[in-house]
């Protein structure tokens, strides 16, 4: 039996494996107890690394009915937690709940960089789905069975909002383990939804978009054949302002920027009240407006007005119109008057690329003009009309063969 208060080191007599745990046994008050070191969270200003903090735990009696001798104790000490211990288990870090994570890292570095739409959002996944039921987790017990009953608890949701909740966690732990507060396999992975049931892509036909127009008041008449024109989102079209919008004969420079006759240039989204970058990089670009509808656009410009005031404003011609309020009360009753009650601001982004397809614009004009960044996405925006297609069907075969 070694002597009370010995301190002896578990490797003194074997040699230590790289990446081995080192850690003291000591016989202390009648009881085995394992002390080691593990890293902080918090970094050493002197050597500027984490500051290393001590954990001790007792392993077995060295004393009484069970007490053990020191080359048992030094197994147990190795079975049973040496030998288990990873970095999740040794960092202090992974001890923080998620909540913890969320307040102190990913809040900072990540949400308070995304955009103003796409922050409350994120915030809304959070504090309504994830928080509740995980917040108080610590990061190394998180597993895929935590994450599955969330989905499971969640299951009167759309998939796609499920989708978000197990996407919004995900990046939270990928955040955490890049900054090792989270260590091994992201448990998202291995997380089952249900299927995404998507809804049906529609698109109005030239006519549609004119019965339409023709039911609705200015500036939403406008509004409406303008999308079907020029393919911009609801909330790039609020984001237009007169200064880009070059509605002459003649190249104009703006701010350093040309903008050829008869176009517009795409910069900006309005969204959530402000103005904000576009959605991707490749939405930057310069859509061209046919001639005929100049006149009906200048139909909107009031005299004295500044050059950087949004194209379609409000009554105040200092901000744009809200997409919303005009949506549900003036372009949704009208097209549901008309039967056309699937009608809504993105159909016409759709409607856009169709009208080029049959204008037999190439797949990558169609791209450059819509601000796709793939093919794929292109493809999903592309609508071919029965009427145009028939002729074609037609003549595969010739049916007289069959006589």
């Avoid at 009696?61 to 990873?86: C, F, H, M, Y």
């Avoid at 008449?221 to 003649?250: C, D, K, P, Y």
């Avoid at 909107?300 to 549900?328: M, R």
């Amino acid at each position: 039996m070694a002597s009370p208060n010995r301190v002896i080191s578990m490797f003194e007599q074997m040699g230590k494996r790289r990446g081995q745990r080192t850690g003291e046994l000591m016989n202390r008050a009648g009881s085995w107890l394992l002390r080691y070191y593990v890293d902080g969270t918090e970094i050493d200003p002197k050597t500027n690394k984490l500051k290393r903090e001590r954990v001790t735990v007792k392993i077995a009696d060295s004393e009484g009915p069970n007490a053990v001798g020191i080359r048992q104790a030094r197994r147990i000490a190795w079975e049973e937690k040496l030998s288990t211990l990873d970095q999740a288990h040794t960092r202090p870090s992974s001890a923080k709940t998620f909540l913890e994570f969320v307040n102190q890292r990913y809040r900072p570095d990540v949400i308070a960089y995304l955009k103003p739409s796409t922050r409350a959002f994120a915030e809304s996944i959070l504090g309504r789905h994830v928080l509740p039921l995980l917040g108080s987790t610590p990061l190394r017990e998180i597993t895929p069975a935590h994450i599955q009953a969330i989905v499971n608890s969640k299951k009167s949701l759309s998939p796609q909002t499920l989708t978000h909740i197990r996407n919004r966690i995900g990046a939270v732990l990928r955040h955490a383990k890049a900054h090792q507060w989270f260590f091994g396999e992201i448990p998202t992975q291995a997380v089952r939804l249900p299927e995404m049931q998507r809804k049906e892509r529609r698109a109005l036909t030239w006519a549609q978009v004119c019965e339409l127009a023709t039911a609705l008041p200015e500036p939403a008449a406008t509004l409406v054949i303008f999308l079907a024109l020029s393919g911009l989102r609801i909330g790039e079209a609020m984001g237009l302002r007169w200064s880009r919008l070059n509605l002459t004969a003649e190249l104009r420079i703006v701010d350093g920027q040309a903008i050829p006759p008869m176009s517009l240039l795409v910069r900006e989204n309005y969204v959530m009240g402000r103005y904000q970058s576009l959605k991707t990089g490749t939405s930057y670009r310069t859509v061209p407006i046919p001639e005929w509808f100049a006149g009906r656009l200048l139909k909107l410009l009031s005299s004295n007005v500044s050059t950087e005031a949004p194209v379609f404003a409000n009554s105040t011609k200092l901000i744009p119109l809200d997409q919303h309020n005009l949506a549900a009360r003036v372009l949704k009753p009208a097209a549901r008057a008309l039967g056309m009650p699937w009608a809504s601001w993105h159909c016409f982004r759709h409607s856009y690329n169709s009208l080029m397809d049959q204008a037999k614009m190439t797949q990558t004009e169609r791209m450059k003009l819509m601000g796709h960044a793939s093919a794929a996405v292109n493809l999903g925006y592309s609508h071919l009309e029965m009427d145009h297609l028939r002729p074609r069907i037609e003549a595969m075969v010739d049916p007289k063969k069959l006589n």
